[in-house]
């Protein structure tokens, strides 16, 4: 028993002298980092003579520049009465080597008839229309349709002023006019140029079948892309 208790120990002994060699200091050195050195006697507190402040420059976010967008320049060319001199326009487009959108556009415009009747007959009306241009009324035509079938009119003006001259002159050869506003819904049609400013020279010098086209800015909404 003695001899056991003796073992014991001993082993006790060496795990402590194991510990104390092997464990108790680390084989490699922490490493600390270089502090810098600090000269004390030569700082300067603020308001010292020779004592320089120096700024911190406040961090800002870098400034991109944006694109601005190149405005796009468009023209309208017009209005054509009839759609093949829009179309003969639009010829005149292609040799400067512009493309162009063809637009229509209704109008709808109130004009004033002055009219006779209507007779009983096709046959009566048309004794009055070749009593009318014996007097030198020549501007007559036969209605055809509606309620005024067989009736003559005797002039359709845009203007209701000018259906006065016309009333009294029939009324001097004992004729009872009449009067009714007609709707009247015409195509205008357009010719829309995506171009660049340099080109609207040459498309004003463009000469035209037919009389009042302008040629003026517009939106590029209706203009082909080029």
Same mark, same amino acid.
């Given at each position: 028993?003695?001899?056991?208790?003796?073992?014991?120990?001993?082993?006790?002994?060496?795990?402590?002298?194991?510990?104390?060699?092997?464990?108790?200091?680390?084989?490699v050195p922490a490493e600390i980092a270089p502090q810098p050195e600090i000269h004390a006697d030569r700082m300067l507190a603020p308001g010292e003579p020779g004592a320089r402040l120096v700024p911190r420059v406040p961090h800002r976010p870098v400034?991109?520049?944006?694109?601005?967008?190149?405005?796009?320049?468009?023209?309208?060319?017009?209005?054509?009465?009839?759609?093949?001199?829009?179309?003969?326009?639009?010829?005149?487009?292609?040799?400067?080597?512009?493309?162009?959108?063809?637009?229509?556009?209704?109008?709808?415009?109130?004009?004033?008839?002055?009219?006779?009747?209507?007779?009983?007959?096709?046959?009566? !009306?048309?004794?009055?229309?070749?009593?009318?241009?014996?007097?030198?009324?020549?501007?007559?035509?036969?209605?055809?349709?509606?309620?005024?079938?067989?009736?003559?009119?005797?002039?359709?003006? @845009?203007?209701?002023?000018?259906?006065?001259?016309?009333? !009294?002159?029939?009324?001097?050869?004992?004729?009872?006019?009449?009067?009714?506003?007609?709707?009247?819904? @015409?195509?205008?049609?357009?010719?829309?140029?995506?171009?660049?400013?340099?080109?609207?020279?040459?498309?004003?010098?463009?000469?035209?079948? @037919?009389?009042?086209?302008?040629?003026?800015?517009?939106?590029?909404?209706?203009?082909?892309?080029?």
């Amino acid at each position: 028993m003695l001899k056991w208790l003796l073992g014991a120990l001993l082993l006790a002994n060496l795990g402590v002298w194991m510990w104390s060699t092997w464990y108790a200091q680390s084989p490699v050195p922490a490493e600390i980092a270089p502090q810098p050195e600090i000269h004390a006697d030569r700082m300067l507190a603020p308001g010292e003579p020779g004592a320089r402040l120096v700024p911190r420059v406040p961090h800002r976010p870098v400034q991109t520049r944006s694109l601005t967008a190149v405005k796009r320049v468009c023209y309208a060319v017009g209005p054509f009465p009839r759609l093949n001199q829009a179309t003969g326009g639009g010829a005149r487009l292609k040799k400067l080597g512009l493309r162009y959108t063809l637009r229509s556009q209704p109008q709808t415009q109130r004009r004033f008839q002055v009219y006779l009747g209507p007779y009983r007959s096709k046959r009566e !009306a048309e004794a009055v229309q070749r009593r009318l241009r014996q007097l030198g009324i020549r501007d007559n035509a036969l209605i055809h349709d509606g309620l005024l079938r067989n009736a003559v009119s005797v002039g359709v003006f @845009t203007e209701a002023h000018n259906i006065k001259d016309a009333r !009294a002159l029939l009324r001097r050869h004992n004729y009872r006019p009449h009067t009714r506003v007609v709707m009247q819904i @015409t195509n205008r049609y357009w010719l829309d140029v995506a171009a660049e400013q340099g080109s609207l020279d040459s498309v004003r010098a463009l000469k035209w079948s @037919t009389d009042g086209i302008a040629v003026k800015q517009s939106s590029c909404a209706n203009a082909t892309a080029q």
